[in-house]
């Protein structure tokens, strides 16, 4: 096993690779390994080799807080309970009850950290193609431990710490193997929007053999309501409104439900109103939903 950072130098050495691109007119020089280069992958390594990851939030998703308990009963505890813990009648002494939970296209998402560190989690994996991702994830959450690398076929490469699991790789390549199981609860926030629309039927289909019997899904896309054409339809992100989730996930023989938890409008901050109209988007929401599997499946 190499421990996480000389993995990360061995690697950047001998797999990285030189490219010159050209992005909105200036020429950039980026440094991503040749692995990245994939049709799927190659805009998101660019992206990543300029740090330009505007969705990337310092604190906990608000509607994760807003909405922890209705994937969890008792993952939020109340103000008065402490961070980090969960209403301990959810658990046995041997932590019995803890939950698995999935992030597709997690990035470096503090979402992970946080959940990784709740008493009512047994393991978070998150998965994303892109190195640089994981490694800063590493780098800035180092009481998670992150230090063991492991090759899983020829496709993904894992990294391990403290309740969480790190798999580098192609998305759409995953299946339980690699993910070392189903999950109790996926997680996805702006990962959904993040793909190319064409993709999104299988996107949800993996998801669906992903999940346990009864497990959720926590949902937050956005919708560009309003605005130009060319606006509304651009992306990453890609817009998803209500009818594209209930296209998606509404008649799938393996949901239960499928729930509108709330909607939050990006258009309260001027600085987020002129950012986005400068775009050409007059109306912009961030949607949550929950997603519940039937506990019993025919097919699986
Ligand atoms: C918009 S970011 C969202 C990250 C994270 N969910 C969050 O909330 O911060 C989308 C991420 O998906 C990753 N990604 C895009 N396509 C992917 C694919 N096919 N397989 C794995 N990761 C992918 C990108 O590298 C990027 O980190």
């Not at 959720?216 to 409104?241: C, Y």
């Not at 023989?253 to 400068?278: I, P």
């Amino acid at each position: 096993m190499l421990h996480v950072k000389e993995y990360f130098f061995k690697s950047n050495f001998l797999c990285e690779i030189l490219t010159l691109f050209i992005d909105t007119n200036k020429c950039i020089l980026s440094m991503h390994r040749k692995d990245e280069d994939s049709d799927i992958l190659i805009r998101w390594a660019q992206r990543w080799s300029i740090s330009k990851t505007g969705w990337q939030k310092s604190d906990p998703h608000h509607f994760l807080i807003k909405h922890g308990n209705d994937i969890i009963p008792g993952l939020i505890p109340s103000s008065d309970s402490g961070a980090g813990s969960c209403d301990s009648e959810l658990l046995d002494a041997d932590n019995h009850g803890a939950k698995r939970v999935f992030f597709p296209l997690c990035g470096k998402t503090v979402d992970m950290k946080f959940l990784a560190e709740n008493k009512a989690i047994k393991e978070v994996v998150g998965v994303d193609g892109i190195q640089k991702a994981l490694k800063e994830f590493a780098e800035e959450n180092p009481s998670l431990n992150i230090k063991e690398v492991d090759q899983i076929g020829s496709s993904f490469e894992k990294f391990v710490g403290n309740n969480v699991s790190l798999l580098k790789g192609n998305y759409f390549d995953i299946d339980e193997e690699v993910t070392g199981g189903r999950f109790d609860v996926i997680v996805d926030r702006a990962s959904i929007v993040a793909i190319d629309p064409s993709l999104r039927d299988d996107y949800v289909s993996i998801l669906g053999k992903l999940i346990k019997p009864g497990g959720s899904i926590l949902l937050i896309t956005i919708d560009r309501r309003a605005g130009t054409d060319e606006a509304r339809s651009a992306g990453p992100p890609f817009s998803i409104d209500d009818t594209e989730i209930q296209r998606l996930y509404g008649s799938l023989d393996w949901v239960e439900s499928l729930t509108k938890l709330s909607e939050h409008n990006e258009f309260e901050t001027e600085e987020d109103k002129k950012r986005w109209t400068m775009q050409g988007v007059d109306s912009l929401f961030e949607l949550c939903y929950v997603i519940k599997a039937k506990k019993l499946r025919s097919s699986m």
